[in-house]
């Protein structure tokens, strides 16, 4: 139980393109879900959380209009780097709460995004 | 405010001996503490949780930890180390702010297997 997928697992763009990475709780309803940005060799920093129909609460420093967040459903969750650019490459992992009363996480197998 | 300290940034072991990846927190109030794997390339798995119900927490693959308030502590343990166990490994403390349980990441271990 509690898996999390994440699509695409890789992507490579052009500087300038826009690119969307799906985030889904499969066997669960996903209150909550998170977006986490991983340097090489570096622990995960947050970039946002999102809550079912509302509005992700980005951490300083992250572009809320470069990083766009939608949490539709309980269960998708979706990230868009707008105009991206060769900086933005890095690898996203997502993860997903499963309630207001729970605090553990479940993390999708990330996407690697690489930007020319 | 809440952190977690990994003390350790690389550890190598020989395949069946045993495993210790040390991690001490600061909570001000009783936390919910987690340690996670993560292989190369890969998301993070959960390896076990503690909160509160038992101060030795058994996890997946073998892996257990302690919870010691006295020493602020939650090392994992590992018994007898196989090459699969070869991965960077996370100790995470949650903390609630604005209603919302986040993530306090320590910075990482990276768990070596000699075989």
């Known amino acids: 139980g509690a898996v999390v997928s994440q699509h695409p697992s890789r992507v490579i763009c052009k500087s300038g393109t826009s690119v969307k990475i799906e985030c889904r709780s499969l066997?669960?309803?996903?209150?909550?879900m998170f977006w986490y940005r991983q340097f090489p060799k570096q622990s995960l920093m947050l970039m946002a959380t999102?809550?079912?129909?509302?509005?992700?609460?980005?951490e300083q420093g992250v572009e809320k209009d470069k990083f766009l967040i939608n949490h539709a459903s309980l269960t998708l969750s979706t990230l868009t780097v707008t105009s991206a650019h060769p900086e933005d490459s890095s690898f996203y992992i997502c993860?997903?709460?499963?309630?207001?009363?729970?605090?553990?996480?479940?993390f999708g197998p990330g996407t690697r995004l690489t930007v020319l | 405010a809440q952190s977690v300290t990994q003390l350790d940034s690389h550890v190598s072991v020989s395949e069946g001996t045993p495993v210790l990846l040390r991690c001490n927190y600061s909570?001000?109030?009783?936390?919910?503490l987690f340690w996670y794997v993560q292989h190369p390339n890969k998301g993070l798995q959960l390896l076990l949780k503690?909160?509160?119900?038992?101060?030795l927490v058994k996890g997946i693959n073998g892996f257990e930890a302690e919870f010691k308030k006295s020493e602020t502590s939650f090392h994992l343990t590992k018994p007898s180390a196989h090459m699969s166990d070869a991965a960077e490994y996370f100790c995470?403390?949650?903390?609630?702010?604005?209603?919302?349980?986040?993530?306090?990441f320590g910075t990482g271990t990276r768990l070596k297997v000699l075989a």
């Open positions: 993860s997903a709460s499963a309630g207001l009363f729970t605090d553990t996480q479940y």
């Open positions: 066997d669960f309803q996903a209150t909550t």
């Open positions: 999102s809550n079912e129909g509302s509005k992700a609460t980005y």
């Open positions: 909570s001000s109030y009783s936390p919910s």
């Open positions: 503690y909160t509160s119900a038992a101060t």
């Open positions: 995470v403390v949650s903390g609630a702010t604005s209603g919302t349980y986040k993530y306090i």
